[in-house]
């Protein structure tokens, strides 16, 4: 995986606080290049986390609390990205703001360079989904309308629906049986095989890492 850019200090202009370089050269040592003075130098590769968990300042009304959204440290995120955020409660947000390391806001920015997102908990409910696949069963946690209607038999893009337990009610598990995402608790999936049931797939609109309206 070749990496196109890093962040490190730089003799030449800013040997204490670490600027963007264009990585030139990958190998047991990098070559960067400062996109500010043009210097180039070499450096040892980067340590890279494979996932990062992000702050997220959550605000809903005059409230405002911190949470936590989990993404790959080469995932890019942008603003009015739909994410989910958990701490004590779980969340379906909106990106507002993205703030980096060194105090700047950007519209999008990769994972590891974030220091903080800011967002906007948004009227969604999250619908917690099982997806059997062979012998894996894996729990994904996706935002949607609460009037979304799930169907007992239908087809999702995740795979098709085996059953829907019903929050304080009954599991359903005759085809054509349906509940409003407001009112599951939690949906069964047969995955199908052609298809991972890796959990950036499971978005609304099939995107990396968030999905978008
Ligand atoms: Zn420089």
Request: with cysteine.
């Amino acid at each position: 995986m070749m990496n196109r850019e890093t962040y490190v200090e730089c003799p030449s202009c800013s040997p204490d606080k670490k600027v963007l370089h264009e990585v030139l050269h990958t190998g047991k040592k990098l070559v960067v290049r400062c996109t500010a003075c043009h210097a180039t130098q070499h450096v040892e590769p980067p340590h890279r986390p494979t996932a990062l968990k992000l702050r997220v300042v959550v605000s809903y009304h005059d409230q405002s609390h911190v949470g936590w959204f989990e993404l790959g440290a080469r995932e890019w995120l942008h603003t009015g990205d739909e994410v989910i955020v958990e701490n004590s409660s779980i969340d379906a947000v909106r990106i507002t703001a993205i703030e980096l390391s060194d105090g700047v806001r950007m519209a999008e920015a990769e994972a590891e360079s974030i220091r903080v997102l800011w967002a906007q908990k948004i009227d969604k409910v999250v619908v917690k989904i099982a997806v059997h696949t062979g012998k894996t069963t894996r729990s994904h946690k996706v935002p949607f309308d609460g009037e979304k209607k799930f169907v007992v038999g239908t087809e999702e893009q995740l795979g098709k629906i085996s059953r829907i337990k019903v929050k304080r009610g009954p599991v359903l598990d005759q085809a054509g049986q349906y509940a409003q995402a407001k009112d599951v608790g939690r949906v069964y999936v047969e995955g199908t095989t052609r298809r991972s049931a890796d959990r950036n797939q499971i978005s609304q609109a099939g995107r990396k890492p968030a999905f978008r309206r």
